[in-house]
C-alpha cells in the first residue's frame, strides 16, 4: 500500500518504542516523531482514509486523545465532521459512557447523547489497537446511537494482544502491525 509516496514501512521506521513507558514491561509506541514530519503524517491520513470514498461518511468518530489527531484530519480530508470520544468527565452535555480494561489501568469513556443521528455512516479512528477494550467501549458507545461503523481504523495494532477478537462484526484495517 503506497500514497503520497508514503509508504506503511516509512511510518514504521519513523515510530519510535520506548521501552517500560508508562510503566515497567510496557512498549510504549510513540508517534510523535512521525506526527513531527509533515510528508509522513499526511501520508498516514491518506493511508488511515484509503479505503473511503468522499461522500461515503457522514463523520469521523475519534478517541481521545491521541485519535483526534487522525480523526480530526481524516475528517478535513473526507469533508465531514468529526466527533471525539472522551474520556469521562470531559464532555459537558449529557452522555452514554462505558468501561473497559486497558493494557495498562481501566478506563471509562463517553460520547454526547445527541452527537450522531441514528444511521449515520461513520469511521472509528484511533492511533493504537492493544488489547482492543477501548476501541470495543467506542464501537459500543457509537451502537448505541445507532450508527452504522464503515470501519475501525488504527495507525498502529499491537497484533499478539489479540485486539481484533473484541471487534468481531467491524471491519478492521491498521497500518503498522507488530
Ligand atoms: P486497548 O484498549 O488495550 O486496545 O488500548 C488502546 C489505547 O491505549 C489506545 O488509545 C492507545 O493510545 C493506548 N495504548 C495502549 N497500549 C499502548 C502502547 N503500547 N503504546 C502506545 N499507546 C498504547
Do not use: W
Request: with cysteine; charged share 20%.
Amino acid at each position: 500500500m503506497t500514497t503520497n509516496q508514503v509508504t506503511v514501512p516509512d511510518l514504521e521506521r519513523a515510530i519510535r518504542n520506548v521501552p517500560d513507558f508508562p510503566k515497567p514491561g510496557i512498549q510504549f509506541k510513540d508517534i510523535t516523531p512521525m506526527l513531527a514530519d509533515a510528508r509522513l503524517f499526511a501520508g498516514s491520513i491518506d493511508l488511515l482514509t484509503a479505503n473511503v470514498k468522499p461522500g461515503s461518511v457522514d463523520a469521523v468518530v475519534g478517541i481521545d486523545a491521541r485519535g483526534f489527531i487522525f480523526a480530526a484530519a481524516a475528517a478535513y480530508k473526507l469533508n465531514c465532521g468529526v466527533i471525539p470520544v472522551r474520556k469521562k468527565g470531559k464532555l459537558p452535555f449529557k452522555t452514554h459512557e462505558e468501561s473497559y480494561d486497558l493494557e495498562y489501568g481501566s478506563n471509562t469513556i463517553a460520547i454526547h447523547v445527541d452527537a450522531i443521528k441514528p444511521g449515520s455512516r461513520v469511521l472509528l479512528i484511533d492511533d493504537l489497537l492493544a488489547t482492543g477494550g477501548t476501541a470495543n467501549a467506542a464501537a459500543n458507545l457509537l451502537k448505541r446511537l445507532g450508527a452504522n461503523i464503515l470501519e475501525i481504523t488504527f495507525l498502529i495494532e499491537l497484533s499478539f494482544l489479540n485486539g481484533r477478537d473484541k471487534l468481531k462484526g467491524f471491519p478492521v484495517r491498521s497500518l503498522v502491525v507488530y
